[in-house]
């Protein structure tokens, strides 16, 4: 077995004998090369200072970017819900603790074989005035060829945009995932769907591509008083929920 295929059973094995395992779908994995060109002009595609994977980790090699998909069971139990539902909620914590958990195993097993890796946290690694982070796991999947941004400003995969991610850099060679041209948002393809800025209870999003992130948050931290009112899932519940078009 390649380290690749270990790593993506590593992974598939430790959704699917979670507890919460009817939460999930199969993973979306890719694997970026620190060395892609893009990391250099990310600064200025974005607009923010990035910290790029090689200041991660000296002799970076590679990204490893993990999505899990939401299962029908979330989607069905948020869909038509006006407010946060308590299954959003226990999911984006169930959801936050195995992505630690699993990019830990990964790095136990990289060790093994006698190499280094540093991650970050799922999430909370960001900027609370700016509501920005310096390392973006969206933009390292796109970099991964995983997925597009869509109009909700989410990472859209082949299985959706409803779910949470992660990502590793190692200085383990892993050849890289192929990256397309093709774009997963409906509203990106032919201009019709605007699904997400229909369902944005805040008003956040605009079809002019930008988002008010302090509209944003201002709405999540309104609403979260206690634990199950965590986060908000409506940009995440257009056609674009569990498939990418
Ligand atoms: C800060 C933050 C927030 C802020 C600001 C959100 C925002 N849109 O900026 C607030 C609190 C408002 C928020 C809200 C939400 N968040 Co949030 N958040 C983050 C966090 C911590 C950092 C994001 C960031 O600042 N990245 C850096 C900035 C500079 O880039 P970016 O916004 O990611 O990506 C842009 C650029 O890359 C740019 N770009 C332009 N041109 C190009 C070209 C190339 C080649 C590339 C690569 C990029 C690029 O376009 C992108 C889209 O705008 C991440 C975790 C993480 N560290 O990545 C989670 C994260 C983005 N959030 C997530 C989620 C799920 C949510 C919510 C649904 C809330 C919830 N959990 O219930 C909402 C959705 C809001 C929305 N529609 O965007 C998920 C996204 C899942 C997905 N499918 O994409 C993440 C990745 C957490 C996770 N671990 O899964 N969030």
Redesign the pocket.
Known sequence: MTLEEEIRELICVMVKNHPKSAYYREPVIGFASASDP?YD??DE????P?IHPKDMLDGAQTVLVL?LPYSEVIYKDIKGECK?SSV?SDA?MH??EL?DHIMRQVQNLLEMKGYHSVT????????HV??????????????AGI?T??L??????KR????????LVTDAYITPTRRTDHQYCLFHQNGKCKA?IMN?PSG??SPD?T?D??R??AY??GKNIHDWQ???????LGPCALKGF
């Open positions: 893009l002009q990310l595609l974005i607009g923010n990035q999505f946060t959003w984006y959801t936050n992505l970050e946290p799922p999430t909370e690694n960001f900027d700016s509501k920005t982070a310096r390392w973006g796991h969206k933009s390292n999947a796109v970099i997925g941004f869509g909700n400003h989410l990472l859209i995969t959706g945009c409803l779910g949470r991610m992660n990502s997400c944005c956040a999003i591509g988002i992130k302090k944003c948050a999540l931290e965590q986060g908000c899932p409506q940009c995440s």
